[in-house]
């Protein structure tokens, strides 16, 4: 079954990239995204670099990525005739770049975000955060409250996207930083830096699967204190917002949607 899925993927992103070679040149409209940086298997970057007319500032990278959010980003727009270019900058420069660069969209943003000339679009992608401990802490965390006292390293923007009651019980921490750098964030418990992470546990798992050393083999505890979150894009374009939905309807109707999942959770 496993199989079957992985061929038809690739089937499926051959047809894609000849599609958007297609679109490129009877000149699609491109719309330029501001995404995060790489958080395996959301965001994957691929060994080949495009170019970027223009100087390029110090804090913008723009290179040919993959993953569930980007694939399913780029497919819903691709078959609503918008060619896609992402550019990645760290999460807690996403609005500021928005605004600074003038760009089409930003990737991805909370279900209720509101911000001036910025049109939400439904949700298309979920995470699940769960605080990770190795298990030979013994570590009891049912609720936020186990969390005070401890040391922690959360991904960027954790206070943001957790909310206020998890700000206040970080507060009390007896050391607390947020990551862009997930790979980081997670070396950071094994070597003993941190006695908690806090993460999106399929990143985690994604992490497990890729790296074999002993020293990432230690039994490790998560804990599910939060709940499931949805998470959706925003334009400055309510047209686009609206292809947008559109496409990712559609994707979730034909079944590519799943598909895309499966191919890096499966």
């Known amino acids: ?10 089937l499926l992103l051959q047809l894609s990239f000849i599609s958007l070679q297609i679109q490129a040149e009877s000149n699609s409209t491109k719309v330029e995204i501001i995404s995060g940086l790489p958080k395996p298997p959301f965001i994957m970057p691929v060994n080949v670099i495009e170019p970027i007319e223009g100087p390029v500032p110090d804090d913008k990278v ?4 993959q993953g569930i959010q980007i694939d399913i980003m780029r497919e819903a727009l691709l078959s ?3 060619l896609a270019e ?3 900058v760290p999460l807690a420069r996403n609005i500021t770049n928005f605004q600074k660069w003038h760009v089409d969209g930003v ?4 279900l209720h975000f509101a911000y ?3 049109f939400i679009s439904q949700p298309y992608v979920s995470y699940q955060n769960v605080v990770v401990s190795l298990k030979n802490r013994n570590y009891i965390i049912d609720d936020l409250d186990d969390l005070s006292g401890k040391s922690i390293a959360a991904f960027q923007k954790a206070k943001l996207f957790l909310g206020p009651e998890y700000e206040d019980i970080v507060k009390y921490s007896l050391g607390y930083r947020e990551l862009a750098d997930q790979n980081k964030q997670i070396e950071l418990l094994f070597n003993g830096s941190v006695e908690v992470i806090i993460l999106d546990i399929n990143i985690f798992n994604y992490f497990l699967k890729t790296h074999q050393s002993r020293r990432h083999k230690v039994a490790t ?5 939060f709940k499931e979150r949805v998470y959706s894009a925003g334009f400055k374009s309510e047209v686009i917002r609206d292809a947008f939905n559109i496409g990712l309807n559609a994707l979730k109707a034909s079944g590519q949607y799943q598909l895309i999942i499966d191919h890096y959770l499966k």
């Open 1 to 10: 079954m496993y199989t079957a899925n992985w061929l038809k993927f690739v």
């Open 62 to 65: 723009q290179a040919l990525y």
């Open 80 to 82: 609503q005739n918008y």
């Open 86 to 88: 992402f550019t990645h």
């Open 107 to 110: 990737s991805i943003l909370p």
């Open 116 to 118: 001036p000339g910025m």
């Open 221 to 225: 505890t998560a804990h599910y204190i």
